[in-house]
């Protein structure tokens, strides 16, 4: 259209590309919003009433879920998802996927693992989120409906609302060097690797001391 507009010259688009390989010129791509995409899918998404106030810690295991996703880039300037599930009372991270797509997906398998994870939930407990559209998606509802979980949100841009889950990421990109990481499956074992070491090696002062396994199995004696 440039070409046509602004210098008269009537080009074949086939010619354009071929002339764009053998000169190895790249065009720029604006890459659609993800957030945009999904929210056009569907318009019944609601948002759920802030169960929890900030109070994370109930003291009993598995009652409290904290749940989001953050950004981690790899290899050159790709981006992956970071999807966990994080308990309020022993800070153990329970489920966690990693994706390179923000579809739907993500939120799903990471519910999956949660319940490979625990196989039987408390009685009241609440998953916790931010108002994303993920969490507002009425299929992402229903499925935690089925597992007989209430559903609990942040005040829309509070971050303080779910303030733990916050702080394990940044704990995560403080010791972790993602952006170090060539390839996706290295990055997925830098992920599994920190994890593991977190819930059963990291000792933290407000455990009393313990490591989240530990104090998860500190306060189920008790």
Known sequence: MFLEN???VVMNHKKIRRLMRKFNLVTKLRRANPYRKMLRATKEHRT????LNREFNQGEPGKVLLTDITYLYYGNGQKAYLSCVKDGATKEILAHYLSTSL???I???TLHKLQETLRYFHPEAILHSDQGFHYTHPVFQDKVKRLKLKQSMSRRGNCWDNAPMESFFGLFKDWVDHKAC???SELKQQVDSFVE????NRYQWGLKKMTPVQYRGHLLAA
Do not use: P, W
């Open 6 to 8: 602004d210098y008269y």
């Open 197 to 200: 070491e977190y819930n059963n």
């Open 48 to 51: 759920c009433e802030n169960l």
């Open 182 to 184: 060539e390839k996706l």
């Open 103 to 105: 579809e739907m997906k």
């Open 107 to 109: 939120v799903y398998r």
